[in-house]
């Protein structure tokens, strides 16, 4: 199997890091770190135990990698105009392409261009982070949770989580992917969404009973959108509470969105707030705090330069 | 007359100078600008005309002010808590009280320690800021609209308002003091509050379709709560309209709560949020979106000092 990661932040560098080690001949394209990865390799703190990758299979556009059998598509969602530009090279009739992006709507987006029987959905639950360029810090978790874009049998969905699990990710497979995505989306919206706009990290948005409230009423918002969607079965309620639980127990927490504009970067937006109340308000569910969270957020983020993202 | 200003902040100077200079008796209980104003008067800039006061009656304790004929409270409401230090040294038996200060409560507050029958509601309209000690600038508006706290003929309100215009200021009264508190809250609680979040002049706000959808929605909130509240006459929803083509207008204007949060000091989140909140609740209106500004607003001040005000 031969692998390219598209998109080398740190979620991209753990995972290929890992299927590197694991023996899985992997891929890279980079750009922030690719020198520093070509003169020392790759270093990869974690708690799971540190290592380093003293050669790298660094390139720095789609032609020079060649064609992969699997493409990990691990960009920031902002820079999804960048999919055809970034992918199509890579491909042959039989490649699949599984994204480990967050929110919503990137399974859509790749299906509508290179056709939904590739595609692969992948929820990474990761806390990681970049340290200088050829470092990488992984902080906790790192569960995988897989699913078919497109229903069909459970074969090839079996093989990748085996490659997986032989990487030491503890990676597992659902027949709902959409939940998958909602249950993520319970946790995404409130904490990366209040800590980047409060610049605070979640044990401080916890700490507080009328923010905790908040929280919990925009957990149920999204559950509530979520279970609109004809999931195989509904997120029950009580998973926000689970979720604040979970939540507590994580200690002084940045999410990555509050990183991202604590370091002037351009937020997710568009794939954790608004594509997820557009699928909300077409199924008539109103989700006024998301809703007012978003627009806090796109306010705030107003006057940032954007920029080219694909090369 | 003999007029005792409780509150030199930028608004108790303002009014109190122009009282001042028309004639009336007016002394000023003072702070940070006490020994500024003693050695160099008191300079107003305004885009009504300049004025400097050379002599001002300034004091540091209400003991040694003594006693009033009217009490204008212009404290900040974080400090209400020090109503009765700092007023009961002031009062006769016949001394009115007339709070000039922003939101919900104040009246409420005064009345229950000082009876009902003496407090005068005054809602300004006004854009004012200081700057060093000594120095007030005036930058806009004016307008003082007076209420009786509790029913009674219109004479007394009379003679107050006849002092103001005689003073140069746009004084009118009303029969319905609660509407013109709401009417207030309508433009303070999405202008103030969102401002003061984001650090965004209101221009800022206005500028982005969704944020200016917000305003207006927090806006239909603030005038669904005040409707319930038994006005004589409802607030209309097109005032909703009205307030945000009055404010394109301002230009880029920074509300008092955005300086404050910019300058690091304590918001009124009670008076202009918290109090309006709960009359809500107390008539069973939702106001999700005022209620999630009020909480982020907290959120944002949490961890910042807070004081001792009275003395």
Chains 1, 2 share one sequence.
Request: with cysteine; net charge neutral.
């Amino acid at each position: 199997m031969r692998v390219a990661v598209v998109g080398a932040g740190a979620l991209g560098l753990y995972y290929g890091a890992l299927l590197q080690k694991s023996g899985v001949e992997t891929h890279f394209l980079m750009r922030r770190d690719y020198d520093a990865v070509v003169s020392r390799g790759l270093q990869i703190y974690s708690i799971n135990g540190d290592f380093h990758l003293p050669k790298i299979n660094a390139w720095r556009t789609p032609e020079e990698m060649g064609k992969a059998d699997l493409v990990i598509v691990a960009i920031k969602t902002f820079a999804n105009d960048c999919y055809q530009e970034l992918i199509t090279p890579l491909l042959t009739s039989h490649t699949m392409i599984q994204t480990l992006q967050n929110g919503l709507g990137n399974e859509e987006a790749l299906a509508e261009l290179f056709g939904g029987e590739r595609i692969i959905g992948g929820v990474a639950f990761l806390c990681s982070n970049r340290g200088e360029p050829g470092v990488v810090h992984h902080l906790g978790a790192g569960r995988i949770v897989l699913g078919e874009f497109v229903e069909r049998d459970g074969q090839r969905l079996e093989r990748l989580a085996e490659m997986f699990r032989g990487a030491g990710v503890d990676c597992r497979t659902t027949a709902d992917l959409k939940r998958a995505r909602w249950e993520k989306l319970v946790w995404n919206i409130p904490f990366n969404g209040l800590s980047a706009l409060l610049r605070q990290s979640v044990d401080r948005l916890l700490a507080v009973p009328v923010t905790r409230t908040l929280v919990r009423e925009i957990m149920l918002e999204v559950i509530r959108a979520g279970n609109a969607q004809g999931l195989h079965s509904d997120i029950p309620e009580k998973f926000a509470e689970s979720m604040m639980e979970f939540t507590d127990n994580m200690g002084v927490y940045k999410p990555s969105m509050q990183i991202d504009r604590e370091e002037g970067r351009e937020l997710e937006i568009g794939a954790i707030l608004r594509t997820p109340l557009r699928f909300g308000a077409e199924k008539g569910i109103g989700m006024p705090r998301t809703e007012m969270l978003a627009t806090l957020l796109e306010q705030a983020q107003s006057g940032l330069q954007t920029g080219q993202y694909c090369r």
